[in-house]
């Protein structure tokens, strides 16, 4: 089945500054690969997604690249705001598998204000 | 309000004692999911269902049962046999018309054994 690693699983950064989260995963058939972030006490909320037939989506302060040939895509957020801080989790899933989803572990992003 | 409604959001429990998670979603989504969530370990799949009167077990069923007899509500007992119950536990939806593969979460539940 599907493995995503996701790194790192924290990540300190000064408000304004950038923050990257990488994932790979191991299934070549997966084609779909959503962000969540995570609030304190609170469900996981998809912030951005890609699909495999793109290299880069962007929304705002966030982007989503996807390299397919290495199995690995991430996420950026720019000029990062205190309210970013939270747990983003990366995911990976393909029809093959029913369109489940496999989460990566999660990264505590902190910013500093 | 549209959306997934978890409950109770804190829950106590007695060593050997079963409890139900309540889970109720108004938005019309075939499939519905239990996931748990442990310190630094991710999301865990506990069981799914993407049509009422049927699930499947997903990668950490052991300890849990569900059943699906509406399409709104999908409860999660944890049972006795849970060897770690204490966790934060999370509903989420899939599907409808405009099926995206997004999965919406509910709060989430955290059960605490004592």
């Known amino acids: 089945g599907e493995n995503v690693e996701q790194h790192p699983s924290t990540l300190s950064v000064q408000e304004g500054d950038s923050a990257v989260i990488k994932c790979t995963y191991s299934d070549s058939a997966s084609n779909y690969f959503p962000w969540y972030k995570q609030e304190l006490g609170k469900g996981p909320q998809l912030i951005i997604d890609?699909?495999?037939?793109?290299g880069e989506k962007k929304d705002q302060r966030i982007a989503v690249t996807l390299n397919k040939t290495a199995k690995h895509f991430s996420l950026h957020i720019t000029e990062t705001q205190p309210e970013d801080s939270a747990v983003y989790f990366c995911?990976?899933?393909?029809?093959?598998?029913?369109?489940?989803?496999?989460f990566g572990g999660g990264t505590r992003l902190m910013v500093k204000p | 309000d549209g959306g997934i409604t978890q409950s109770p959001k804190y829950l106590f429990r007695k060593e050997g004692q079963n409890v139900t998670l309540s889970c109720e979603q108004n938005l019309n989504h075939d499939a519905m999911y239990w996931y748990r969530q442990d310190p630094g370990q991710g999301l865990r799949l506990i069981y799914y269902s993407q049509i009422v009167n049927d699930f499947q077990k997903g990668d950490i069923a052991e300890g849990y049962s569900v059943s699906r007899e509406k399409k709104e509500s999908f409860p999660l007992t944890v049972t006795s046999a849970q060897k770690n119950p204490t966790a934060f536990y999370l509903c989420a939806t899939n599907g409808g018309s405009s099926n995206t593969g997004e999965l919406f979460f509910g709060e989430g539940s955290r059960l605490t054994v004592l």
């Open positions: 890609i699909r495999s037939n793109v």
């Open positions: 995911a990976a899933s393909n029809r093959n598998a029913g369109n489940m989803l496999t």
